[in-house]
């Protein structure tokens, strides 16, 4: 791996004190940060490495994807404006059952990762089925990635019985043990999909491996309410009761804790993944960020999966939660650019248990960086780039991602992905998909 130096940029570190460096640079020693600063002291201190001039762009840290369905990119826009209940029932679920198997959730992971190192996000936090296929896909391509086992008590198109789902769960997280991008992890699927045993299961064999946990939780009243009939308490009190609240736990969506579970979730250590546009889409409400961030709560950005979105871009999550969060309030300053681009970075890292490796430039960390223009005609005049990264900037004006220190991106072209076979491959899954749904 080669060492080299990002010149001439306007480097956004999203360290603690918001560092900004213009006429920046930043030095790159085998994969890992080895500088940051003003160009000139960068330069002298590895005069013989090989500079890129970044031509005065932003230079700043990978975005955090804290929740997503990578295979599920394949469903995009396959059925759209429904009742949740009715679109996971007669939609989604189907559709899972009949078309689901290693191949397709090959090139549903491709698929999202194109476009995901196109819009400039370095890092997934993930849960599927077959996640030991999107785990090879996120090793190949170049992904840094947190990738939970989708496990639930009914049977799946990949395990028969929950036995089967816990012990090849138990394989694939030992299997990835010490990789340098993919961190493999238990993803009981939410507590009304997982009984109380197991989910106590999923947290002993987490800590016996020492891996993080993903889940989805407190996303509807409904699941509130169901959760409360079935146990007794509602879905975060519920997960505290079974003693699986935990550092380990990357929760997505917690749209419905109340202050209580606020609290319970601050001092437990679990990290949020916040899916602004999803459960705007699904009509689920609007997550208590502002309340969540001041209780201490790590709070990242997910898109979710590209069936509820219907796409992987996190600058129009950054607006979606910003501007929700403004109008939930009624109050303008509610949130800001700034505290807005640390969910996406920074914070995000922090979500997924990651922030000692990413989610900042700061010297020792690995180099996972995005450079952004700042000239689109969307992007003009440039008064403040914090705010203009946060409120008109799109996914288009990344024009570089590394990852580890490799360039995995440049110019809209992903190297490691063939494009035409990629959209042959996408047009045969749909064509299959369209013909299982026609006959539901
Ligand atoms: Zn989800």
Redesign the pocket.
Known sequence: MSNFILDNALVLTMDSAFTMVSQGAVAVRGGQIAAVGPSTEVVEQFPLWTRYDLQGRVLMPGLINC???LPMSLFRGVADDKELMDWLNNYIFPAEAAALNPEFVRTGTQLSLWEMLRGGTTTVVD?YMFEKVVAEECARIGMRAVLGQAMVDFPTPEYKSWGESFEGTREFIQSYAGHPLVVAALGPHAPYTVCPEHLQECHRLAEELNCPMVI?LA?TQHENQQILDRYGRTSVSHLDHLGVLSKRLIA??VVWPDEAEIGRLAQSGVGVGH?PQ?NAKLACGIAPVVKMLQAGIPVGL?T??CA?NNDLDMWAEMQTANLLQKLNSHSCTVMNARETLHMATLGGAQAAHLDHLVGSIEVGKRADMIVVRHDSPHQIPLYDPISQLCYSTKSTDVTQVYIEGQLVMSDGLVPAIDEPELRLAVAEEAARVQTILRRN
């Open positions: 929740h997503t369905h849960m989805h996303e997505a969506h899916c999803s997910g979710d999966g509820s």
